[in-house]
């Protein structure tokens, strides 16, 4: 039972399978285990990222395509529920249209850039999903009248999800039952849904075909199979599904803007999460995104503890600024696709 | 007879995960025509891109000269006086004939009777010395690749089927061009499936089959055997 | 010697049709500048924003150039090459910046000196740069295109950081040179002068690439490289120390569109690169990957667009772009004028 709704994709490694329930465990339980409102904040973010990078790996681990338009295509879901909510008026049917709205569009998108530039070469397609991204982030930006601008776009949504609405008794093992719980685990029954119709996906024959074209696209080709075809497929499911986790990421935060769902810098953290947790794998999606958010809430901490420690030194302090943070991700970034290609969960299999 | 110019010594070459050569032993003696024989896909293209290491030998020695050339890059192995005709032309179509042939004289400029004397070898050579060479038919092209080779005089010529799919003058001028350079001195291996050329040509040859060289020898043994060929490579090449 | 073989020799194939279809790419700048001259009402404001667009065409194209070769001979596509830009500007508002004597003074030569100081110091960085990148970034993954696309954009992060680090997080404003500041005026259009120089140094610049290329052995490799690189081996030519030659002139090139559109824009930032390679992906895509011909067109056709755009309707300049890209690759998949792959 429990093997099947993993699509028999089993961890395969003890360690491995540890940390997943880990954190399986604690996402499930957070509002009880970890109280608090930044807590939550945290744990809200690592369910919605793990579809996220899920959706990215899909394309890049199992297809082999890079794209730099995630972003916009998570940012289409967010503002789909913006807007929806902001012209229908608060309420679910509001959240179901902008929802389905945004991952629709998100995915004709993914399908007109996949069939312009993966016809022609792979490559095409990150240089232009880096273009229309970023075309579309100014664009967004520009027309403030309909997007809110850089301000972005703040909206309500069905009271039932918002920390006035209480139920029950009001409060269970010192927790309050509200409707912020409820929109927690709105996010993470969401966000499980998807993981495991992903892992569905990639452990499907499409997702064989995927893996072999990524293996040698010649050699697929030659057998038989349209490797445009699939590729472009892989593309406009990986966009429906990050738009969706856009659209959670929209009601859990009752505001968009660019900067928390366009920005370059979600981008990276995206190939981050990838890369880290091990590309090809989908559990490295659920590692990637728990380690790199957890990482993050802390790095910027542990960096401005470092820089007052050689604050004396000359120029070093000027390394651990926490802005630089970006900086030591990078280099991270960097040795992690040249010294560990397959990720933490790569390791984890090979040292079973 | 002296020592050969070349000679592989057990050599493996893998394209990917396919094992191509499977210990291929050769020799071309100085001076000499040798023939590579062998039917399609038994690995004649590959050794000769192995001894030009565009694909490398995984074991094996190849010796040109008395040296082992086997782990030097393309570019040495070229220098040495290796000439290299490949089986698609190789020929740079976005450039004119004078610039394929400016670019294959390696050590300086086109030595004009050399010049000269291939225009009069080949003349379309002459005629469109101007022209892109991508504009070029078919057997021009082969015309240009193989002057391409010669513009300079080298110890060794690679050619790979220079008469694939040409018509029967143009071979004929081609064969008349390997003849001129054997008379140089030059030393030839030659890969060719058209049996009245290797005839017509070959001092030596060598069979290949399956990744190895399964008989070498002197052509006119070969040729006057029909049933060894027949046995070698599964056709009579009087009948072919 | 051998007589001469008694076969009529043809040439085959191409039609005049065919080959002036080859070349039909030209004729779209020419094209776009009547369009625009038809959409923009007054002729004055037409011909500020031809000469300007022109200037940002070539701006862009000297930064794209590089990048393109280094695609065609080796494979290599450098998210990273931003980078270059970023840096060659900073380095060389930092050499004017310091050199306040020479650009304040009303005397064009001094102006020039101080310019081609900063151009000169600009290059030197980024070509030194270009070859550390080469070496420690790109070198290891040849012929990896997934891992060249992730450690390039790697690279353009850690440098974008480092220049943080190095000039500090605000934009660096700073004025042109005193006699390259204000505008002639010509036919009732205001002209920028630096826009004319831009204009003028670019032609210069693009015209003297085309004659490396076409006449000189180096510019022989280099295009055979692009078509065919295993066969220029063959011939006995190291097509690698060519690469790596190539990818540290693209790189100083990029340093050097980095000043050139510093000074157009009298302001730096570190993410300048990065916006600047959207226009230069796009350009070296319709182009053609690995001509340089097709690069100088689409950046061109790049420059005007904007530029016409911008002024009819600034909202969607950057969209028009995407638009431009959309209709040459519905009419030329492999862009403008691609280069011929053997393999």
């Not at chain 1, 709704?5 to 003890?14: E, V």
């Not at chain 1, 229309?132 to 039932?160: C, F, H, K, M």
């Not at chain 1, 998807?194 to 697929?220: K, T």
Request: hydrophobic letters at 55%.
């Amino acid at each position: 039972m429990l093997t099947r709704l993993i699509s028999g994709d089993r961890p395969r490694s003890i360690v491995l399978t540890i940390i997943l329930l880990a954190i399986l465990i604690g996402l499930a339980l957070a509002p009880f285990l970890f109280p608090g409102i930044r807590s939550l904040e945290t744990a809200a973010r690592i369910c919605i990222f793990i579809v996220l990078v899920a959706s990215y790996d899909l394309m890049l681990g199992y297809g082999g395509i890079v794209s730099f338009a995630h972003t916009m295509f998570f940012g289409m879901g967010a503002y789909g529920v913006a807007l929806a909510s902001v012209h229908m008026g608060r309420g679910f049917d509001a959240l179901i249209v902008g929802t389905l709205a945004g991952a629709v569009a998100a995915a004709v998108l993914a399908l007109l850039i996949g069939l312009f530039s993966l016809r022609v070469r792979a490559i095409f397609f990150a240089m232009i999903t880096l273009a229309v991204a970023s075309a579309v982030a100014v664009l967004v930006s520009q027309l403030s009248s309909l997007t809110g601008g850089e301000d972005g776009l703040n909206y309500q949504i069905p009271r039932a999800l918002t920390p006035a609405f209480k139920f029950a008794d009001g409060r269970l093992f010192d927790v309050s039952l509200n409707g912020k719980l409820l929109n927690y685990y709105l996010v993470f029954f969401s966000a499980l849904i998807l993981f495991l119709l992903l892992l569905r996906i990639v452990n499907s024959p499409f997702g064989r075909v995927l893996q072999a074209i990524r293996e040698n696209d010649f050699r697929a080709e030659a057998i038989g199979y349209r490797v445009v075809y699939y590729r472009t497929a892989a593309t406009c499911i990986s966009a429906a599904v990050a738009a969706i986790a856009g659209s959670l990421f929209a009601i859990w935060l009752r505001y968009v803007g660019p900067d928390t769902t366009l920005s370059f810098e979600i981008m990276i953290d995206i190939l981050l999460m990838v890369v880290i947790g091990g590309m090809g794998t989908m559990y490295g999606a659920v590692i990637g995104a728990a380690v790199f958010i957890i990482a993050q809430n802390y790095l910027q901490e542990l960096m401005a503890v470092a820089a007052s420690a050689t604050a004396k030194v000359p120029v070093l302090p000027l390394f651990f600024d926490p802005d630089r943070w970006l900086l030591w991700l990078g280099v991270l970034f960097v040795l992690s696709v040249y010294f560990f290609p397959t990720g933490i969960v790569g390791r984890l299999r090979q040292g079973r | 007879m002296s020592d050969p110019v070349l000679s592989l010594q057990g050599v493996h070459t893998d394209i990917a995960q396919y094992h191509i050569l499977r210990g291929v032993d050769l020799e071309v003696p100085a001076g000499g025509v040798t023939m590579l024989l062998g039917r399609n896909g038994v690995g004649k293209t590959t050794t000769l891109r192995t001894i030009m290491g565009l694909w490398r030998a995984k074991e094996g020695r190849v010796v040109f000269r008395g040296e082992d050339i086997a782990a030097l890059p393309t570019p040495a192995i070229a220098r040495r006086g290796i000439g290299f005709v490949p089986e698609d032309m190789g020929i740079f179509s976005d450039l004119s004939v004078e610039e394929n042939m400016t670019l294959a004289a390696v050590s300086g400029p086109i030595d004009a009777e050399r010049l000269d004397w291939l225009q009069s070898v080949f003349p379309p050579l002459r005629t469109f010395w101007k022209k892109e060479a991508g504009t070029l038919s078919g057997g021009q092209k082969q015309m240009l690749s193989v002057a391409r080779a010669m513009i300079e005089k080298r110890r060794l010529y690679l050619i790979d089927e220079p008469t694939k799919g040409l018509a029967p003058a143009i071979v004929a001028t081609l064969a008349g061009a390997l003849r001129a350079l054997k008379q140089e001195g030059a030393s030839i291996l030659l890969v060719e499936q058209n049996f009245s050329v290797a005839k017509a040509l070959g001092d030596t040859c060598a069979v290949m089959d399956d990744g190895r060289v399964v008989w070498a020898g002197e052509m006119a043994t070969l040729a006057g055997d029909t049933a060894l060929q027949e046995r070698l490579m599964g056709l009579s090449m009087e009948s072919a | 010697m051998t007589a001469a073989p008694d076969h009529a020799p043809t040439i085959t194939g191409l039609s005049t049709w065919q080959r002036m279809q080859r070349h039909l790419p030209l004729l779209l700048v020419p094209l776009l500048v009547v369009v625009g001259y038809l959409a923009i009402p007054a002729t004055s404001s037409w011909l500020t924003l031809t000469v300007s667009g022109l200037a940002m065409g070539m701006m862009i194209f000297i930064m794209a150039s590089g990048l393109t070769l280094v695609f065609g001979l080796m494979d290599v596509i450098n998210f990273g090459h931003g980078a270059f830009i970023s840096v060659g500007a900073f380095v060389g508002v930092s050499i004017l910046l310091a050199l306040g004597s020479l650009t304040g003074a009303p005397s064009l030569a001094l102006n020039i000196a101080a310019v081609l100081v900063a151009v000169a110091g600009a290059m030197a960085a980024t070509a030194v740069m270009g070859w550390i990148f080469e070496r420690v970034i790109v070198k290891p993954v040849y012929g990896a295109h997934l891992k060249q696309i992730l450690v390039t954009m790697g690279g353009l992060i850690i440098v974008e950081q480092l220049i943080l680090i190095v000039w500090g997080p605000d934009e660096i404003f700073f004025s042109r040179p005193e006699m390259l500041k204000g505008a002639i005026t010509f036919a009732g259009a205001a002209i920028e002068k630096y826009r004319l120089l831009a204009v003028g140094f670019g032609l210069v610049l693009f015209l003297a690439m085309i004659w490396v290329l076409r006449s000189t052995k180096i510019g022989l490799i280099v295009r055979a490289g692009v078509q065919n690189g295993e066969m220029v081996e063959a011939l006995g030519y190291r097509l690698r120390i060519v690469f790596v030659a190539v990818f540290i002139a693209g790189s100083a090139l990029a340093g050097l569109g980095g000043v050139m559109w510093a000074l157009y824009q009298e302001v730096i930032t570190a993410h300048m690169g990065q916006e600047m390679m959207v226009l230069v992906f796009i350009v070296v895509i319709i182009g053609g990957l690995g001509s340089v011909e097709g690069c100088f067109i689409g950046a061109l056709l790049v420059g005007l667009l904007q530029n016409y755009v911008g002024f009819i309707e600034p909202k969607v300049a950057l969209i028009s772009n995407i638009g431009l890209l959309v209709l040459i690759l519905m009419w030329r998949p492999q862009g403008m004028l691609p280069v011929v792959k053997a393999k």
